[in-house]
């Protein structure tokens, strides 16, 4: 297959900053879709996956999977956009479209394994796939989304995988009016959260471990902060929400968060990967048939209506926009919470 060389930034190994860099996209094929990237967004993901915090990273790595941009160029049989229309590219480019999953639009599910938008295996170049901190990128249409053309193109980015990820549990929880819900932690998935929740007509509160969240979290459309270091306040919303969602991505005790959840109620896990500690105690589940549960990004049909769902309630990330030479900086300020609340690279800068 015919490849062209684009310019790209990203690092050759685990204990190595991020760098410029030249790396190969595939020429156009008849399904896929060419998009000149303006934006990138900045994920946890990125900064694990370029430090191999979490092992497998394949290098050199090019990470970035919260991508905007415009479309340059489609193939033959592509139906979903054309030249010059905004585009938008997500966690995922590939999955095997014929399992289960699949056919649910459920693809983040995929039973042989989807293909990240980086780290992934290349099926068309071979070795592996490279993300949006690059000039351009080349995506069967299938995953590709269409942007609402009245948001600010840059906060949009991060809708791609802070938004969906905390969209998909509001959905498949099926949270509306009158919903109690309640947001474990205040980062880029965080504000995301509180801010889809009360998009879909729910009550929501955050947990915090300190009172300096308050002001704003409340900014961000929070209608309670409970401190969850404050043994009165946390008595005081024993059995009262319906969803929790916890973003914390570090391990942490979620026994405090169970005891308030309301009878049925579930705890989700968008943010933390691995073996609870202290363990989970059984007794409230069984009591309350309570549920603690996970939850993966989302598909694609999901992060189209999620997207068409910001169009029309004027929902964006905070985002902080930095050039593309700042992102080792970035990363530092990342592991230190300094950032409200999602770093956005303007791609001109590369």
């Not at 684009?6 to 399904?31: Q, S």
């Not at 979490?54 to 956009?81: A, D, N």
């Not at 948001?151 to 809708?159: F, G, I, K």
């Not at 896990?269 to 069984?286: C, E």
Request: charged share 20%; proline share 4%; glycine share 10%.
């Amino acid at each position: 297959m015919n490849k062209t060389q684009v310019k790209a930034f990203g690092t050759v190994a685990a204990d190595a900053d991020l760098k410029a860099l030249n790396i190969n996209r595939r020429e156009v094929t008849p399904t896929d879709i060419e998009i000149q990237i303006l934006y990138c967004g900045v994920c946890h993901s990125d900064l694990h996956t370029a430090r191999n915090d979490w092992g497998g990273t394949l290098y050199p790595s090019v990470p970035g999977h919260e991508i905007v941009g415009r479309v340059t160029q489609v193939g033959s049989k592509v139906t979903k956009l054309k030249v010059g229309d905004l585009a938008g590219v997500g966690c995922l480019v590939g999955s095997c479209s014929t399992c289960d999953s699949c056919k649910k639009d459920l693809e983040q599910y995929c039973s042989t394994g989807w293909v990240g938008t980086y780290n992934g295996p290349d099926v068309h170049l071979g070795g592996h796939t490279f993300g949006g901190y690059s000039e351009k990128i080349v995506v069967d249409e299938h995953f590709v989304l269409t942007l609402p053309s009245n948001l600010d193109l840059a906060a949009v980015a991060p809708l791609l995988c802070a938004g969906i990820t905390t969209w998909s549990p509001l959905k498949h929880w099926n949270v509306g009016k009158g919903s109690k819900v309640a947001v474990v932690g205040l980062g880029g998935l965080g504000h995301m959260a509180i801010k889809l929740a009360k998009g879909l007509g729910a009550s929501v509160t955050l947990f915090s471990r300190t009172p300096d969240k308050t002001q704003d979290a409340t900014s961000l459309g929070a209608d309670a902060v409970i401190i969850s270091t404050d043994e009165n306040q946390m008595n005081s919303v024993v059995g009262a929400f319906d969803l929790i969602i916890d973003t914390v991505p570090t391990i942490h005790d979620i026994n405090p968060y169970v005891a308030s959840l309301a009878t049925s109620g579930t705890l989700v896990l968008v943010g933390y990967l691995g073996p609870l500690d202290p363990f989970l105690n059984s007794v409230p589940l069984i009591l309350g048939r309570k549920s603690v549960a996970g939850s993966l990004i989302g598909g694609i049909a999901e992060t189209q209506e999620m997207l068409d769902f910001c169009g029309a309630h004027n929902i964006v990330s905070d985002v902080e926009i930095i050039k593309m030479n700042d992102i080792n900086e970035a990363y530092e300020r990342m592991i230190k919470s300094d950032v409200k609340y999602r770093f956005v690279i303007d791609m001109a800068t590369l």
